[in-house]
């Protein structure tokens, strides 16, 4: 199958948008997506964009069967580690189910470490959940870590009332 | 005690570069420190930085034993999530021992997430060591949630020769 692997423009938010959706309903999940396609216009397409998006394409005649050409999507911003500098960190890879098996989430995969490379980052970085099997034998098996398993390492997540409280409490300037 | 939390500026790198160590030595890895305060102002002080960093400063009359009044800092990133938007990361938060129990940490971390409101951020998230458990009790007792337990989620990393593999594996474009 033909496919091409390329930065995603503003006109893609609203495919995104989709499959964002799409990869929320496959993680058991649909209900916790609240963006839609204009956060996502406005956040990646500004000065100081808060992430960076590549899309898998393929021609026209090989469309979905609901007619879509963008079939795929690697979302990733940089962040950085105070041992080794920059990173890049893969927040969402997806690639639309009857397109599975012909390298694009490999594509995306490895175009999000080459432009990471280009960047001088030294790590590129994921979050897996433990059921998924699949993404977790994937990554392996191109030699990833699991930091959690080897290191010990947990997320923390503070939203809602507690990160407002956080924020009432920040000593004055 | 008195202290005062502020943006760190390009002259603090050195000092941010000093506790960066101090905090590798905590974790039991401080030979894992590769980055000096030449890339901490490369990389925090250019037209889209890497990271940002706030410091606590005390007064010269409260400088450490070895005369420093640069004592603790929280570097951090914005990141995003396709299901919620912006979010803002704490990479490291660290007081020097001897200012520690002067509410120097609790002030860092309230005032990162008063910055991340200012910037919409719904999310304040970090990643912490499952053995560390001063700093695992000081986040939930703010409310933070454990997602590597409620969740399942483990933190996945290329680096090294599996990073360039990946990188060389690219599709063309």
Excluded at 49 to 74: D, I, N, R
Excluded at 167 to 172: C, D, L, R, T
Aim: include cysteine.
């Amino acid at each position: 199958m033909n496919f091409r692997v390329r930065a995603a423009t503003k006109e893609d938010c609203k495919d995104i948008s989709r499959m964002i959706t799409e990869l929320a309903v496959y993680e058991n999940m649909p209900d916790q997506v609240e963006i839609s396609h204009k956060e996502l216009e406005r956040d990646g397409f500004c000065q100081n964009p808060f992430f960076q998006c590549l899309v898998a394409e393929v021609p026209e005649e090989q469309k979905s069967k609901e007619g879509f050409t963008v079939v795929g999507y690697a979302l990733y911003f940089y962040t950085y580690s105070t041992w080794r500098g920059r990173s890049v960190y893969l927040e969402d890879l997806y690639v639309m189910p009857e397109f599975r098996g012909n390298g694009m989430g490999k594509g995306l995969l490895c175009k999000v470490a080459e432009v990471g490379k280009k960047e001088e980052c030294v790590r590129l970085q994921l979050s897996v959940l433990d059921w998924n099997t699949p993404s977790r034998d994937f990554y392996a098996a191109k030699g990833a870590q699991d930091l959690t398993v080897s290191e010990g390492w947990h997320f923390i997540r503070f939203d809602g009332q507690n990160l407002d409280n956080l924020a009432n409490e920040a000593p004055k300037d």
